[in-house]
T-cell receptor, first 113, second 115 residues
Framework: DGGITQSPKYLFRKEGQNVTLSCEQNLNHDAMYWYRQDPGQGLRLIYYSQIVNDFQKGDIAEGYSVSREKKESFPLTVTSAQKNPTAFYLC????????????FGPGTRLLVL | AQSVTQLDSHVSVSEGTPVLLRCNYSSSYSPSLFWYVQHPNKGLQLLLKYTSAATLVKGINGFEAEFKKSETSFHLTKPSAHMSDAAEYFCVVSDSGGGADGLTFGKGTHLIIQP
């Protein structure tokens, strides 16, 4: 999985609740990304971060928030403002001279109760 | 602007027969192109990458892809399918030379292997 770990594997959210998905990496990746995957739609970029304490919105950032306080960690919070959070969430990283090739974690499946 | 089209949402082949997964792209620049594979409930694994060196790229697990600029295609092939190849395959294009927002993912092709 390119040195990227995600937890939990499955996560259940109640209405109105914020939940946080963990993404940790041990390969010194400079840049990290969060994607959302829905059936038949490929991957869509939520947020990305290229350095510590800085991050940028992707195509579908509404209802999500992130932080990058440490290089190794890039957690994603799914807020209550995200009305359709059920999806498979993938974290990825890349580093060094090759800023295009991304390596993915195993994913977290978020379900709404 | 860049885009990528995977021409088949599902492909079914018999074990031991060739595999062809089709991908067409559009890009304003000289693109980098990737194929990733995803097994059920898993992350994406890089199969191979084209970056303007050799047009025929060899990847892992016997897969290869050929970059054809005149046809704007980057089709993925394998001479003989194995049951373990059953998965979702994504074609990805990057023309930004780097940066997270430079990647565009296709919608995926589901490869089914018949015994």
């Amino acid at each position: 999985d390119g040195g990227i770990t995600q937890s939990p594997k499955y996560l259940f959210r109640k209405e109105g609740q914020n939940v946080t998905l963990s993404c940790e990496q041990n390969l010194n990746h400079d840049a990290m990304y969060w994607y959302r995957q829905d059936p038949g739609q490929g991957l869509r970029l939520i947020y990305y971060s290229q350095i510590v304490n800085d991050f940028q919105k992707g195509d579908i950032a509404e209802g999500y928030s992130v932080s990058r306080e440490k290089k190794e960690s890039f957690p994603l919070t799914v807020t209550s403002a995200q009305k359709n959070p059920t999806a498979f969430y993938l974290c990825a990283g890349c580093s060094g001279r090759d800023q295009e090739t991304q390596y993915f974690g195993p994913g977290t499946r978020l379900l709404v109760l | 602007a860049q885009s990528v089209t995977q021409l088949d949402s599902h492909v079914s082949v018999s074990e031991g027969t060739p595999v062809l997964l089709r991908c067409n792209y559009s890009s304003s620049y000289s693109p980098s192109l990737f194929w990733y594979v995803q097994h059920p409930n898993k992350g994406l694994q890089l199969l191979l990458k084209y970056t303007s060196a050799a047009t025929l790229v060899k990847g892992i697990n016997g897969f290869e892809a050929e970059f054809k600029k005149s046809e704007t295609s980057f089709h993925l092939t394998k001479p003989s399918a194995h049951m373990s190849d059953a998965a979702e395959y994504f074609c990805v294009v990057s023309d930004s030379g780097g940066g997270a927002d430079g990647l565009t993912f296709g919608k995926g092709t589901h490869l089914i292997i018949q015994p």
